[in-house]
């Protein structure tokens, strides 16, 4: 299968890894778009890309400018499309709602979805949906083994309005523990982080799903406290609580586990040695890649023939 997968040249989160795991599965032409070749995908597609040559041809763009061009987009045949953020759609923020209506006008694309509920919401709504979960890159990131100065701590923004949520769980629990926020420099600085930190805070609050930094913790050896996103999605990751992860929904019941873990060490060794094999085996860029590249090759949809006018405006280049 030769695939064509798009991605963005500017972006915070290193994803390198990622796009190898997907590319060490397939034959992958990995193409990197400046904010520039993105706001004008026409242009871009008329001058570097012969469409023909692809059997798939997958968008990790930029959401905000995908839907200013969906009459371009609605030209792409054998549209893949891999998104971390669609939780979006069903939180309250500048993006509620706006997915669904973006796919609308692509019913026939798929969709790879890191929630396992948004992909069901997704499906429930007509589209073609299916679930990869984010993961970590093994590269970067994994347990040293050192000694962990930090007991509880959380690493990461807390600035945009999708993370409001977290914001408040996590000034919430500074009030009654000691916590630490950070952020670090992406890569060792990262990572080093991570292994001083005993009990990573995940503060995913209202988002539906479990953001990568999830992952990460787990991979570096963190006990990792959870902000509970739900039994199906906990079912869909293999997470149990108090084996490999532990679970809360409020912060009474955070302090109540955090107290049981503090009085039984070897409890929170163990959970955090299980929650490192889960992440390491099932979470790692390379085994997400491989997923990516698995859910992708079924048949797509049939998509609807182009007209003759669109034909015609896709060879000018409008």
């Not at 396992?116 to 997704?122: A, G, I, K, N």
């Not at 992860?245 to 107290?259: E, G, H, M, S, W």
Request: aromatic content about 10%.
């Amino acid at each position: 299968m030769k695939v064509l997968f798009l991605v963005q040249k500017e972006q915070r989160a290193i994803l390198d890894r990622l796009y190898d795991g997907v590319a060490a599965n397939c034959e992958c032409d990995l193409r990197w778009l400046t904010s520039e070749d993105q706001r004008n995908l026409r242009r871009y597609f008329k001058r570097e890309v012969q469409v023909e040559r692809y059997d798939r041809i997958v968008f990790f763009l930029r959401f905000k400018q995908e839907i200013r061009q969906a009459a371009f987009i609605r030209t792409v045949p054998n549209l893949v499309i891999l998104e971390h953020d669609a939780y979006q759609n069903y939180i309250p923020c500048k993006y509620t709602g706006k997915f669904s209506a973006h796919y609308r006008k692509l019913p026939w694309a798929r969709v790879i979805s890191s929630g396992y509920m948004v992909s069901e919401r997704l499906r429930q709504e007509g589209f073609d949906a299916v679930f990869v979960p984010k993961g970590y890159d093994e590269q970067l990131l994994a347990d040293q083994g050192r000694e962990r100065d930090i007991e509880l701590a959380f690493v990461g923004s807390t600035n945009s309005v999708a993370y409001s949520g977290r914001k408040a769980l996590l000034d919430e629990l500074g009030q009654v523990e000691n916590l630490v926020v950070t952020r670090t420099k992406s890569g060792e600085d990262y990572c080093n982080t991570l292994n001083r930190i005993q009990f990573f805070v995940s503060a995913d609050v209202g988002m539906g799903e479990y953001m990568i930094k999830n992952f990460e913790a787990m991979a570096c050896g963190c006990v990792l406290l959870a902000y509970d996103q739900g039994e199906a999605e906990n079912r869909a990751l293999g997470l149990q609580d108090m084996v490999n992860v532990v679970f809360y929904d409020n912060i009474p019941t955070l302090q109540a586990k955090l107290r049981t873990l503090r009085e039984n060490p070897a409890l929170a060794q163990q959970i955090a040695e299980n929650g490192r094999e889960l992440a390491v085996s099932r979470f790692s860029f390379a085994a997400v890649g491989r997923s990516i590249v698995e859910h992708m090759r079924p048949a797509l949809r049939p998509q609807p023939p182009l007209s003759a006018w669109q034909r015609l405006r896709l060879k000018l280049g409008f």
